[in-house]
């Protein structure tokens, strides 16, 4: 089966380039992924398979039967949008909308899922179940796993594999990480009320800005000292306000941020940990405050009977030598996690970098990839769908 598989993705990679360029020149934002859609619908219908469209809002979703002699129901899923970034590779296909490009690499993504659906496409008799083909909208504002749920993309589905470029690793590679791969990530805003006043006589007024700087000092300070180091939590105060003039002391101060952790008892406590912190500094210089503390994504949690398939797939396709076994998980986040509420499953690492240039970090406006890594994912993922099937209980 894998001969067949690598044997059909390289007779399509032509092809797959093609799609690749077209999006990365054509890029949507989150939400917006009208174009993007219903391009990958029409690859889809090519390929007869099942088509739902407007799943998730801009979201499409394929469903692939295979030989029915299996009754599970595994998933695939990739995301489709762009960021507002204005591309700087000078690359012949570069965007070619100012100011959005595909920095994080999920217009790779959205080709490596729409290459799996050909090959598998192709193969489906020797597929002893079906496949769902999850094409999401909206992850770079951690929305559209939400929309896909809320509409029923993962109804029936017992396991789902994903994928994220990774500029770290060379392109050809592959890496599998047991556990934690990504942080949860949430949200928190931060509001502080003084009392406005004249700059030369600060003992008359409040002073938003230099408690807000006390605040976030201690932030930092504390997590050194009252948080477990062994349940990482990191706190970036990216967003502050305040102030209207250099001779006027700042009534207000609104500051906004991230707060990142791994493990869910540190996670659930946090909010009550930052709110006594802050309740605490401004109640010693006479300020109000209000917090507000959004929870985002949890925690992508890898399983791990899905990430032994995906490391058996790749000790068999690549060889020990481009198979990485990851020893830490990142703190960026993903909602993949979302879908890991409904079922099990295990998301890996596309190495895209390439070993003859410096390779920019996900986000960089000269975000590049090695386009040979298309072939490795598709091949990866379309090969642990067969074993999927073959091996799991």
Same mark, same amino acid.
């Given at each position: 089966m894998f001969s067949e598989i690598k044997d059909l993705t390289e007779s399509l990679f032509p092809r797959l380039l093609e799609i690749r360029r077209h999006f990365h020149a054509h890029p949507e934002l989150s939400g917006q992924e009208y174009q993007t859609a219903a391009y990958v619908a029409g690859v889809l219908s090519s390929c007869g398979i099942h088509v739902q469209e407007n799943i998730g809002k801009t979201g499409v979703v394929g469903n692939l039967n295979g030989n029915g002699t299996d009754p599970r129901l595994l998933a695939i899923r990739t995301d489709m949008d762009a960021l507002p970034i204005d591309e700087q590779t000078n690359l012949e296909f570069a965007s070619c909308k100012p100011g959005i490009m595909h920095a994080c690499g999920h217009d790779v993504h959205t080709t490596v899922g729409l290459g799996t659906a050909m090959v598998l496409s192709q193969l489906a008799e020797q597929l002893s179940g079906n496949v769902r083909f999850l094409f999401q909208p909206a992850e770079e504002i951690a929305q559209g796993a939400s929309w896909m749920l809320q509409d029923g993309a993962m109804r029936n589905v017992n396991a789902i594999f994903g994928l994220h470029v990774f500029p770290s690793l060379e392109a050809g590679s592959v890496g599998i990480c047991y556990g934690t791969l990504t942080a949860a990530a949430d949200d928190i805003e931060i509001f502080i009320q003084g009392e406005s006043g004249h700059g030369a006589r600060p003992h008359n007024a409040i002073d938003a800005i230099w408690i807000a700087s006390q605040v976030i000092t201690t932030l930092q300070?504390?997590?050194?000292?009252?948080?477990?180091?062994?349940?990482?939590?990191?706190?970036?105060? &990216?967003?502050?306000? &305040? $102030?209207?003039?250099?001779?006027?002391? #700042?009534?207000q101060v609104r500051m906004s941020g991230t707060v990142r952790s791994f493990h869910p008892d540190t996670r659930a406590n946090l909010p009550q940990w930052i709110e006594k912190i802050?309740?605490?500094?401004?109640?010693?210089?006479? #300020?109000?405050? @209000?917090?507000?503390?959004?929870?985002g994504v949890p925690s992508v949690q890898n399983n791990t009977e899905l990430t032994?398939?995906?490391?058996?797939?790749?000790? @068999? #396709?690549? &060889?020990?030598?481009?198979?990485?076994?990851?020893? @830490?998980?990142?703190? $960026?986040? @993903?909602?993949?996690?979302?879908y890991l509420e409904h079922a099990p499953g295990s998301m890996f690492r596309l190495g895209v970098g390439c070993s003859e240039k410096f390779n920019h970090p996900l986000h960089h406006p000269q975000f590049e990839v090695d386009e040979s890594a298309i072939l490795t994912g598709v091949i990866t993922l379309s090969y642990a769908a067969y074993k999927y099937y073959q091996y799991s209980k």
């Open positions: 300070q504390a997590i050194s000292r009252t948080q477990n180091p062994l349940h990482p939590v990191v706190l970036t105060i &990216g967003q502050i306000n &305040g $102030g209207c003039a250099p001779n006027i002391i #700042a009534d802050v309740a605490n500094i401004c109640n010693s210089y006479r #300020a109000k405050y @209000e917090i507000d503390y959004r929870q032994r398939i995906l490391e058996s797939t790749c000790r @068999e #396709a690549w &060889g020990n030598d481009r198979l990485h076994i990851l020893a @830490e998980p990142s703190l $960026g986040a @993903e909602d993949f996690s979302l």
